[in-house]
Nanobody
């Protein structure tokens, strides 16, 4: 089994910044597309940003110009730099990979990391 380990959440004042990290928990060969999602209380989980294996990025309109997604294929990791945070960004943030390959060729689909709480105070 493979896991994605998420770190970097916390409490920050409005206007502040946080950086989330997501890394595979064991030695793997390849990760295809990765994304960051969030879920606020009483709301559905939504896609915040995504990045393909060749670095094509997409963002939700609500975070464009404030958040930056990146990845390090050598480290099998993805990051979400969040600047100019707003109270409405408060949510549990999740990392996702749509497909992960182990070194022996076994692959896993739709892999999720554990959530990390991001709280932005006004």
């Amino acid at each position: 089994q493979v896991q994605l380990v998420v770190s970097g959440g916390g409490l920050v004042q409005a206007g502040g910044s946080l950086r989330l990290s997501c890394a595979a928990s064991r030695s793997i060969r390849r990760i295809r597309n990765m994304g960051w999602y969030r879920q606020a209380p009483g709301k559905q989980r939504e896609l915040v940003a995504s990045i393909t294996e060749d670095d094509t990025k997409n963002y939700a309109d609500s975070v464009k110009g404030r958040f930056t997604i990146s990845r390090d294929n050598a480290k099998k990791a993805a990051y979400l730099q969040m600047n100019s945070l707003k109270p409405e960004d408060t949510a549990v943030y999740y990392c996702n990979a749509d497909r992960i390959w182990r070194g022996d060729g076994v692959w896993y689909g739709d892999v999720w990391g554990q959530g990390t709480q991001v709280t932005v105070s006004s």
